[in-house]
């Protein structure tokens, strides 16, 4: 899931969990969203601005008057851009305020200057959260259009049980994300990517491979998935866990890779060829373990088939990217990659950069495209990279 190009506005009011806020508040920068925090007085009390601002690396919203010739533009601004209003931990107050028409702060001001669906989450003593006149106010502001999490039941911070706990962290992130569904611009196209190294096998316990940890090509599959796709995910052996919603296929060799794409190639509209594909494998494979032998000790290897230049020879109308992963003269191997392999994309990386390498989370890319032109993204999740990747391809298929 990513949340890359949505605005999520958390307000925090004044509540003991609003410690547990900050949690969500960093999931939610996980996830790629932009996120605004604006703090009442109390919530002060229990958290401090910087502790958001850490973690969101932008100002945080606490005072009303504090900066009078900006504030206008501000609550303004932050009420239009947001795509939702989370106010967690929301406290009777606030619920007391938004259903009597109450603005006197900046957070009850700028919900009530949102046209964004709000998604209030109580947290409160459990006597409080049953009291009439709050579930009064809860009944009125959902007949309103508001949107509420229920509170969990279990132990309060003053030490009895009942229901007022705020849910934990992840399980408002996913109410979140339900809200803030991101766009279904791949609808109905098919994509084949790859992902991983392979494994070319010299005897049966050795083998020659790469470091690729398969992290961009999963990436890609996932967030393809998210946007609508139908998606055939060809993976070398990798550690890390399948995408949801993907169509699987393991393979080993560069040979079973080859395979597994020519054998899908033809339903796709789309191929992303983001895994490491060894270049060479055993002219011949042993049957048994290799013993050791003298001092030196060659092997044979034989070209493997390229399997992105193959896709680029049968193309057609299919959207062919490639990945350059260089450690010198990157702009001109990757230009000299799209031209022979007849791609529409190479997406380029340095990978001696730091947060480029192999098994990062993140990555810096360059997206070239076959008319000469380049695109410079600064260091990102890969989960973005691949958006933008997507982006390109959504562009290219939407101009044919
Ligand atoms: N590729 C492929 N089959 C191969 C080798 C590479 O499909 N046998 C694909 C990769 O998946 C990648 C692109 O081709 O999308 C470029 O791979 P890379 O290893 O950078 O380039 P090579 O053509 O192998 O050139 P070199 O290793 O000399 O840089």
């Not at 940890?213 to 998210?226: C, D, L, N």
């Not at 995910?233 to 296929?249: F, H, N, Q, R, T």
Request: hydrophobic share 45%; proline share 4%; with cysteine.
């Amino acid at each position: 899931m990513s949340l890359k190009g949505k605005c999520c506005v958390v307000g925090v009011c004044g509540g003991i969990a609003a410690y547990k806020v900050v949690d969500v508040v960093s999931r939610l920068k996980k996830l790629d969203a932009e996120v605004d925090v604006i703090m009442t007085a109390s919530a002060q009390e229990f958290v401090t601005a910087l502790t958001f601002r850490s973690i969101t690396h932008r100002p945080v919203i606490t005072d009303m008057f504090g900066e009078p010739e900006e504030w206008d533009v501000r609550h303004i601004s932050l009420a239009q851009k947001a795509d939702l209003f989370l106010i967690a931990p929301a406290t009777a107050n606030i619920i007391g305020k938004l259903a009597s028409g109450i603005a006197d702060d900046m957070l009850s001001t700028t919900v009530m200057a949102t046209k964004a669906p709000v998604l209030i989450v109580p947290a409160m003593n459990y006597n409080m959260y049953a009291n009439p006149i709050v579930q009064q106010n809860i009944e009125k502001l959902k007949k309103l259009g508001y949107y509420f999490m229920e509170p969990d039941t279990g132990r309060m911070a003053e030490g009895t049980s009942g229901k007022g706990r705020l849910p934990e962290p992840p399980v408002i992130v996913e109410e979140v994300c339900a809200m803030l569904k991101p766009t279904r611009d791949l609808e109905g196209l098919s994509i084949l990517v790859t992902a991983g190294p392979t494994r070319e096998a010299l005897d049966p316990v050795r083998y020659l491979s790469n470091h690729s940890s398969g992290k961009m090509g999963y990436a890609v599959s996932q967030a393809a998935v998210e946007r609508g796709a139908d998606v055939i995910l060809v993976s070398g052996p990798v550690a890390i866990d399948k995408p949801m919603g993907v169509e699987y296929i393991q393979v080993t060799s560069a040979d079973e890779m080859y395979d597994a794409v020519m054998k899908n190639f033809k339903d796709c509209d789309a191929v992303v060829m983001s895994a490491a594909v060894a270049d060479y494998k055993a002219a011949e494979v042993s049957d048994l373990k290799i013993k050791k032998q003298g001092d030196d000790f060659s092997v044979q290897l034989v070209k493997n088939v390229d399997i992105l230049k193959e896709l680029g020879r049968i193309k057609e109308d299919k959207i062919l990217a490639g990945f350059a992963a260089e450690t010198d003269n990157l702009l001109e191997n990757a230009a000299k990659k799209i031209k022979e392999k007849n791609l529409d994309i190479i997406v380029a990386n340095d990978v001696t950069m730091e947060g480029a390498g192999f098994g990062t989370d993140t990555n810096i890319i360059k997206i070239l495209r076959k008319d000469g032109s380049v695109t410079d993204f600064p260091l990102m999740s890969k989960l973005s990279a691949a958006h933008c990747i997507l982006d390109e391809i959504v562009g290219i298929y939407k101009s044919k």
